[in-house]
Nanobody, 121 residues
Framework: QEQPVESGGGLVQPGGSLRLSCRASRKSFLYNHMAWYRQAPGKQREWVATITLGGTAKFEDSVKGRFTLSRDNVQNVMFLQMNSLKPEDTGVYYC???????????????WGQGTQVTVSS
């Protein structure tokens, strides 16, 4: 399994914006749904958003209306545009190719290093 590469994180004030990038293998983007996860300090990794092969995006309730997803299957990159950021959005953000079977989502690649997002005033 290959590791995806996340980038674009940083320090931002509440209400600010960041755009994260996820790069993975061409095969991952051609044949799989893609998802974002995040892990806050002292907490388990949680699902944030998914974009399907057909381009349909789904978001965790706390980020709905603030985050948007897009993918470029030629450049093999997925973007997470994060607006109106809140301190509770702070964490390490990870991406992965996923398999969705019913209500079960399974990651297909190894976890990358993630990118740190810190929202603080």
């Amino acid at each position: 399994q290959e590791q995806p590469v996340e980038s674009g994180g940083g320090l931002v004030q509440p209400g600010g914006s960041l755009r994260l990038s996820c790069r993975a293998s061409r095969k991952s983007f051609l044949y799989n749904h893609m998802a974002w996860y995040r892990q806050a300090p002292g907490k388990q990794r949680e699902w944030v958003a998914t974009i399907t092969l057909g381009g349909t995006a789904k978001f965790e309730d706390s980020v709905k209306g603030r985050f948007t997803l897009s993918r470029d299957n030629v450049q093999n990159v997925m973007f997470l545009q994060m607006n109106s950021l809140k301190p509770e959005d702070t964490g390490v953000y990870y991406c992965n190719a996923v398999r969705i079977e019913g209500s079960t989502m399974t990651t297909l690649n190894s976890w990358g290093q993630g990118t740190q997002v810190t929202v603080s005033s």
